[in-house]
Nanobody, 124 residues
Framework: QVQLVESGGGLVQTGGSLRLSCAASGRAFSSYVMGWFRQAPGKERDFVAAISWKGSNTDYADSVKGRFTISRDNAKMTVYLQMNSLKPEDTAVYYC?????????????????WGQGTQVTVSS
């Protein structure tokens, strides 16, 4: 069982930066693949990024590649999402999720545990 709590969201202007954190509690955090997803009002939940349990492999949605960076600190049981060059279309609730399987899944249904989300708003 893993509990996830996101933080770091807020209001930022276009071109600005934010760093989201996802603190985990429970067992075996370091054995979980971690992912970030986002959901804008009236839209489906979209994959943003994922990171392997060691942090050696990552995957990004095309829309954020080159602007966002996912990382993790297993000793602190925390995964991060550094978001740079933010755009209004990045506005959404951002969720972190944990997956016990292998690979870097982009399908949210493959993830076993979810946080409550943190709001990111980018003003134009």
């Amino acid at each position: 069982q893993v509990q996830l709590v996101e933080s770091g969201g807020g209001l930022v202007q276009t071109g600005g930066s934010l760093r989201l954190s996802c603190a985990a509690s429970g067992r075996a955090f370091s054995s979980y693949v971690m992912g970030w997803f986002r959901q804008a009002p009236g839209k489906e939940r979209d994959f943003v990024a994922a990171i392997s349990w060691k942090g050696s492999n990552t995957d990004y949605a095309d829309s954020v590649k080159g602007r966002f960076t996912i990382s993790r600190d297993n000793a602190k049981m925390t995964v991060y999402l550094q978001m740079n060059s933010l755009k209004p279309e990045d506005t959404a609730v951002y969720y972190c999720a944990a997956d016990r399987s292998t690979g870097l899944p982009r399908n949210g249904y493959q993830y076993d545990y979810w946080g409550q989300g943190t709001q990111v708003t980018v003003s134009s």
